[in-house]
């Protein structure tokens, strides 16, 4: 079945430091790839997505390029700032319907000042 | 639009009694998702809803788990009886699920500690 792993966090990062966090998925389709984030005490929310290969994603500083050949979308920010902090999840939709949603584990992010 | 609303946002109960959670989500959304959240498991995807109608509750960990949508504009999760190891965040979530875009909105999450 559909799949997406993430890299193990925490990670932990000075305020202004260059942030990449990997993700890749297996599908058995053409997923829609999306980066969703949790700030503490709330729900996810949609950060970023892409819908095809090569389309690059971007928000608030984030971006992420669905790459088909890697089978891949990893979440980067140049600059991370405290309010950053936060866990990011990676996800996939493979089906026209959106039911096959397949999130990863999610990766914590800690900025220090 | 006032997003996806869950309530309560915190319930705490003893073990044994009946607990329902109770999701509103934003009106014009066709799908309804309810996961849960913990430290050990992470999310966990336990039913979702389409056209107000149950199509994949293979992630319902067991009996005491029920879930319905009685209208397109609200659903329950009801736990009976409850158990400590149902302590979690539930969240609920909606989407207008179109070809190509299948973006899930969340609401808040309820916060149940069993005891």
């Known amino acids: 079945g559909d799949s997406v792993t993430q890299m193990e966090g925490p990670v932990t990062l000075s305020e202004e430091a260059f942030l990449t966090i990997n993700c890749t998925y297996t599908?058995?389709?053409?997923?829609?790839l999306f980066w969703y984030v949790q700030y503490p005490g709330e729900g996810l929310q949609l950060l970023l997505k892409a819908t095809k290969a090569d389309d690059k994603g971007s928000n608030k500083g984030f971006e992420a390029t669905y790459r088909k050949e890697t089978t891949s979308f990893h979440l980067e920010k140049g600059s991370v700032q405290v309010s950053d902090s936060a866990v990011y999840f990676c996800a996939l939709s493979d089906d026209n319907y959106g039911q096959n949603f397949v999130f990863g584990p999610g990766t914590r992010l800690s900025v220090l000042p | 639009d006032a997003g996806v609303i869950q309530s309560p946002r915190h319930e705490v109960t003893e073990m044994g009694q009946e607990v329902t959670l109770r999701c509103k989500p934003i009106?014009?959304?066709?799908?309804l998702f309810w996961y849960r959240q913990t430290m050990m498991r992470g999310l966990e995807l336990l039913i979702y809803?389409?056209?107000?109608?149950?199509?994949?509750d293979s992630g319902m960990p067991e009996d005491r788990f029920s879930a319905k949508m009685p209208n397109a504009s609200f659903s329950t999760l009801k736990i009976q009886p409850s158990e400590p190891r149902d302590s979690a965040v539930y969240f609920c979530?909606?989407?207008?699920?179109?070809?190509?875009?299948?973006?899930?909105?969340f609401g808040p999450g309820t916060r149940l500690t069993v005891l």
């Open positions: 979530a909606s989407s207008l699920v179109t070809s190509g875009d299948n973006e899930q909105f």
């Open positions: 599908a058995t389709g053409y997923p829609s």
């Open positions: 809803f389409n056209n107000n109608v149950p199509i994949d």
């Open positions: 009106s014009g959304h066709n799908s």
